[in-house]
């Protein structure tokens, strides 16, 4: 009897310990797994984002300071995450091949999403979505898309408005930003220009516009996804992200930035 009660004890003892060791294993695991998405940062303790922060009202300049939709947004999220939000302002033709090469964690600057760029990049849940415009000079009797066939369309290389033209066989002249484009249209150089309806009403807030022509393309194509673009390789801060782009929807601090820099709730798709 002796012997048996030793035995289950030294059992219960060796039992005790592996359960001991199997905690602390599940403790380390646990602890890995919370800070692991951390490791993904270009820097320690910092969220940097790449945005052009010359697109009014996403990411732009007021009185030398940087500031807009996505400016706001890339803070609230990078706060959720315990995370200092750093901005790299980079021109649209090198952004996103700055993501490639980590120069940055993340891009936000009104990207929407591709099949093409879903074969090379990862993108989060949307945060907005965004309406085409058709700009073109007053005069211009171009309203649809059907119409721009052969003509001469402003756009940034790689765009979404870009794929846009090609599709309905316009001609695409490479424009760096939003307020080149409208240059380009006024000078007569081009035809005229798809971009976000939300640009034109943020451009037409502080400069005269008298001359120009904004068409809404609602009832012709759908309102496009606007997410934050990631690394491949970045899976662990891609859903970190999404936790904390979720938290921002949830509490009400998306809607709000959408009312303040565009007008409306643009944070739904419909």
Request: hydrophobic content about 35%.
């Amino acid at each position: 009897m002796k012997k048996l009660i030793k035995k289950i004890l030294s059992f219960l003892a060796v039992a005790g310990i592996g359960a001991s060791l199997a905690a602390c294993s599940s403790s380390s695991s646990s602890s890995s797994s919370s800070s692991s998405y951390q490791s993904e940062l270009t820097s320690k303790g910092t969220l940097t984002i790449g945005l052009e922060g010359t697109y009014a009202p996403y990411s732009y300049r007021k009185s030398g300071k940087l500031t807009g939709f996505e400016v706001d947004l890339g803070k609230a999220v990078a706060k959720k995450l315990g995370l200092k939000a750093k901005f790299v302002p980079t021109k649209w033709d090198s952004l996103i091949a700055g993501l490639g090469s980590s120069k940055y964690d993340v891009v936000l600057n009104n990207i929407t999403q591709t099949p093409e760029r879903k074969k090379v990049y990862n993108f989060s849940d949307p945060y907005i979505y965004s309406r085409c415009a058709l700009i073109t000079k007053k005069s211009s009797k171009v309203t649809k898309l059907s119409q721009i066939q052969g003509k001469k369309w402003a756009e940034g290389t790689g765009t979404y408005n870009a794929a846009l033209v090609k599709k309905y066989k316009g001609t695409i002249v490479p424009s760096e930003d939003f307020s080149t484009s409208l240059s380009l249209v006024r000078q007569g150089r081009v035809d005229g220009t798809i971009n976000a309806a939300e640009a034109w009403y943020a451009y037409a807030k502080d400069n005269n516009t008298k001359d120009l022509k904004m068409t809404d393309l609602s009832k012709q194509v759908d309102p496009v996804k606007v997410s934050a673009l990631f690394n491949k390789k970045n899976t662990k801060l891609l859903a970190k992200f999404n936790k904390a782009l979720a938290e921002v929807r949830k509490e009400g601090t998306l809607k709000k930035l959408s009312i303040k820099y565009f007008g409306a709730d643009i944070t739904k798709s419909n």
